[in-house]
């Protein structure tokens, strides 16, 4: 008879959510975690990089505090404690999820889980290195046997590591990844960014403000990629205005050691050019955090980049495991992780469920904020939809011109026929916030006519959607009639 009716392997915002889902549901829950629980996004991602953002956005609100009628002198930071309100914000909440577990009955043990059938794991201890960038996770395998844990089903929850890329020089002092920027104890002077996309462009955001002299290298052809072009465009402007300087449509050929300590990194592309830097941030690319799980042994099948398959109810092919979160390389986000992880607990307890992966929002904590849900417009137009697209600047935003943020626009992709909301991306204040009303839209399949009809707060961020809902219909009335 198995110990556990389910063993959650990876405490992460997938993994512990759907131990906490389960176990309220009435099952007997085990849970295997090697860290502190919260995996990347509590630890080494979400949490940890936004609340450094936001010591980077009161230093920069107050260091303008003077365009508010307010004077401050001899404005500050101080990098040491900026880390250590960090470290203060992510102790208090992984404190919290293993309360929270606890409160749920839930079984947490520690260690690293190596399947030996599938659904029977034994767990080794990590030994004593520190948790972080060098600590267990990039650790050698771990070799001690704590126990053996057997259950009726598995979810593998065990996340993603930052991808190494295969260039010259890469594994040399002061190159790190998006991990490796927790190590840093001060900011760097000249700071060099391989990537433009969402983990990039964030590090980028927070160390200008901080005042090192940033360069970003992109292989696409714009920032962020992945977002709605005209908001990568908007994204590039914005950062040259703050001195950020971003070479698109190249790459780093090479990286190397000077005799002074610091780095060459050689650049190939349209500006061909050797940079200095005392610090190389990689921050392109995740990989499935499979390694010495033992899926081979458990007969776990992966794709041909080594994630996980799984079907809409998560299960992979082999009965009773499921996988859940980055390691299925689905969608590598905390929130879509939490709610496979509600799907799989649910589906495991004898329920219907299923995810829907069309409406997944996106939010990048640059400054301005990216946020974005649903088609861009190229996507809806390569789909086969005629859409017509509607867009309004924060400019013309009575709150934003209070707030002193006027940067940026949202721009809504419409079908051309019904007017039915496919797309929203916002770049500007409070974008990750303003963007829950682009996904319920998408949501209920509602139409302009609807988002233009709903009586909004004045004056508020939120209006915005509305207003460009209004140009969208041709109906503006705060911003000049588009020219027909």
Not at 192 to 209: N, R, Y
């Amino acid at each position: 008879m198995p110990d556990f009716d389910l063993l959650v392997v990876g405490g992460g915002p997938g993994g512990y959510v759907a131990a906490i889902r389960a176990a309220q549901h009435g099952l007997a829950v085990a849970l295997v975690e090697k860290e502190r629980p919260g995996g990347v996004c509590l630890n080494w991602g979400c949490i940890p990089t936004k609340a450094m953002l936001r010591s980077a956005e009161v230093f920069q609100t107050v260091s303008a505090a003077a365009d508010f009628g307010v004077y401050a002198e001899n404005v500050r930071f101080d990098f040491a404690a900026v880390r250590q309100r960090k470290d203060g914000i992510v102790k208090e909440l992984t404190d919290g999820v293993a309360g929270l577990l606890a409160a749920n009955g839930v079984t947490v043990i520690e260690g690293h889980a190596r399947f030996i059938d599938p659904t029977t794991v034994e767990v080794h201890e990590v030994g004593h290195s520190p948790v972080g960038p060098q600590g267990p996770r990039y650790a050698a395998a771990p070799t001690t046997l704590i126990r053996q844990v057997s259950a009726r089903d598995v979810i593998i929850a065990t996340g993603s590591v930052p991808a190494r890329l295969p260039i010259p020089g890469a594994d040399l002092p002061g190159v790190i990844t998006s991990d490796g920027a927790f190590g840093l104890t001060e900011v760097p002077k000249r700071l060099v960014i391989i990537g433009g996309s969402a983990v990039g462009a964030e590090w980028a955001s927070l160390f200008a403000t901080f005042g090192a002299e940033v360069t970003i290298v992109e292989m696409q052809d714009r920032l962020v990629p992945a977002e709605d072009t005209d908001i990568g465009s908007a994204l590039g402007r914005s950062f040259g205005k703050r001195g950020i300087s971003v070479l698109t449509g190249s790459t780093v050929k090479s990286i190397a050691q000077e005799s002074n300590q610091a780095l060459r990194v050689t650049v190939d592309g349209p500006r061909a050019r050797e940079l200095d830097a005392d610090v190389v941030l990689v921050g392109v690319g995740r990989r499935p955090n499979t390694a010495d799980l033992g899926l081979d042994i458990a007969a776990i099948a992966t794709d041909d980049r080594g994630f996980i398959t799984v079907d809409e109810q998560l299960r992979t092919g082999t009965a009773h495991v499921y996988a859940i979160g980055d390691v299925t390389g689905r969608a590598l986000l905390a929130h879509v992780a939490s709610h496979q992880g509600l799907t799989a607990a649910d589906v495991i307890a004898g329920h219907q469920a299923h995810i829907d992966y069309t409406v997944i929002p996106a939010a990048t904590f640059t400054h301005p904020e990216i946020a974005s849900v649903g088609l861009t417009e190229a996507a809806a137009r390569a789909a086969g939809h005629e859409v017509i697209t509607a867009r309004f600047p924060f400019a013309a935003l009575g709150r934003a011109k209070t707030f002193g943020e006027t940067e940026g626009f949202v721009k809504i992709v419409a079908g051309q026929q019904h007017q039915e909301v496919l797309g929203v991306h916002i770049i500007g204040p409070s974008a990750s916030d303003l963007i829950t009303e682009g996904a319920l839209a998408i949501s209920l399949e509602a139409t302009l006519d609807e988002l233009a009809g709903t009586i909004h707060a004045h004056p508020t961020l939120g209006e915005i959607g509305m207003e460009a809902a209004l140009a969208g219909l041709g109906l503006p009335v705060h911003i000049a009639p588009r020219k027909r």
